[in-house]
């Protein structure tokens, strides 16, 4: 008699090895309760968090945009109401941890740069209905409705800071899993940025148990012809739904 055999959790691939990936282990556990604490706990450059988060966050700063991004008054024909959005810069030796079905980064981007030791778990993302702008690609708009504050990806990897050493421009070991990535179906496929990106010299990353659903751009590893890293990338258990 053959019995199915439970699937494995645990960490499995390249954020495993050299050392291994342990996100805020040993450090204190927090629990942010609106956007502001949370900012405050992930963008931390050093200090290691396990940072619980329990709800749904978003900016909380309402306004009106149209099917394009663009941000229009409430009595302007199909205006969708909304939030502005952000990305949140993490720092080094986090966990952020989804605890139970409510986790939800809503119009909130991560953004991982030259940093390592990374775990995200058990979160939902989008960034449906985000308010950007298009120059040359499409860009978030910072709360006052005018600058801009970055792709609207909902994990960016990269590691291009030209404000650090390049033999120091490095993100690894980074393990998502169990989260789930989606914005909507439209004629307008750069409307939003990738689901997950990893550009640069990312190593040691796992991205595990992911559900990815109504979008064009998922997982996109690299930018260009000059990107010719050689990254080592675990993709496993990945749902892909259009």
């Not at 450090?27 to 900012?39: I, R």
């Not at 939030?83 to 409510?102: E, M, P, S, Y």
């Not at 390592?116 to 978030?140: C, G, H, L, Q, W």
Request: proline share 3%.
């Amino acid at each position: 008699m053959l019995f199915a055999q439970a699937p494995d959790f645990t960490m499995v691939g390249f954020a495993t090895l050299n050392g291994g990936t342990t996100g805020g282990e040993g450090g204190v556990t927090v629990t942010p309760g609106n956007f502001a604490e949370l900012k405050q706990f992930v963008e931390d450059t050093t200090t290691p968090y396990i940072i619980r988060i329990e709800k749904e966050f978003n900016t909380g700063l309402p306004t009106f945009v149209d099917s394009e991004g663009s941000i229009v008054s409430d009595t302007s024909t199909g205006a969708i109401s909304t939030t502005f959005g952000a990305v949140l810069r993490v720092g080094a030796n986090k966990t952020l941890l989804g605890i139970g079905d409510q986790a939800f980064f809503n119009r909130i981007g991560l953004v991982i740069q030259c940093q390592s030791n990374i775990i995200i778990r058990n979160i939902k993302f989008t960034m449906k209905n985000v308010p950007a702008t298009r120059v040359d690609e499409y860009k978030i708009y910072a709360p006052d409705g005018i600058a801009t504050i970055g792709d609207p990806d909902c994990i960016g990897i990269q590691a291009d800071a030209e404000s650090i050493p390049e033999a120091q421009r490095i993100s690894q070991h980074i393990w998502i899993d169990h989260c789930e990535f989606y914005n909507e179906n439209i004629d307008n496929k750069d409307r939003y940025d990738g689901l997950i990106d990893n550009k640069n010299n990312v190593q040691n990353l796992i991205i595990s148990w992911c559900y990815f659903h109504d979008h064009s751009k998922a997982l996109l590893s690299g930018k260009g012809n000059t990107d010719n890293y050689n990254r080592t990338v675990t993709y496993h258990h990945i749902i892909l739904q259009t």
